[in-house]
């Protein structure tokens, strides 16, 4: 899974918050094409034949680290940034395996290969441990929470998810786009 382009521009002076100004190859949200679903806050991470890894970021040029599987074939030009994926072998994993190990209930036959997001209480980002406020570390297929009722526009999105409490929203178009945005992106 590469790196997700933004639905605005952003104001890299300043605030680095978004601007009313859709990001060029984003367009297609603004035109109504995609499905709108939940962005969950928690750890990226990739089920590919029966083995479990996590989201890894080589940034502004460090070496990524042995077995790294790159989600793209190199950098992006402009941010430097290299996301791909390593194994979940590690003790820092472990909220990762018990996640995966609980889902064997939706999945008996093994979780099928796809993306996903780990959230629960002891996953979080630089905004705190635990914001989807879980009892236990779960599972989510990317893409499985559609929002029907999402705005397509900046003023109708800053106020939609003003009230939600949701991290933000991937847009997942038919040929495998993906465009996203954040609550925290929105100038409050």
Known sequence: MKKIISLFQRNHEGNRKVRDEVVPDAQWVLDGEGKATRKWDGLAVMVKDGSVFKRYDAK???TPPAGFIPAQPGPDP???HWPGWVATDGPDSRYIREAVDAAVVRYPQGVP?????????RIGTRHGANPENLTEHVLIPHGEDVLADAPRNFAGLMAYLRDKPIEGIVWHHADGR???IKKADFPF
């Open 60 to 62: 502004a040029g460090r």
């Open 178 to 180: 993906m465009v996203k």
């Open 78 to 80: 402009v941010s430097g």
């Open 113 to 121: 290969d796809g993306t996903y997001e780990v959230c629960g209480p």
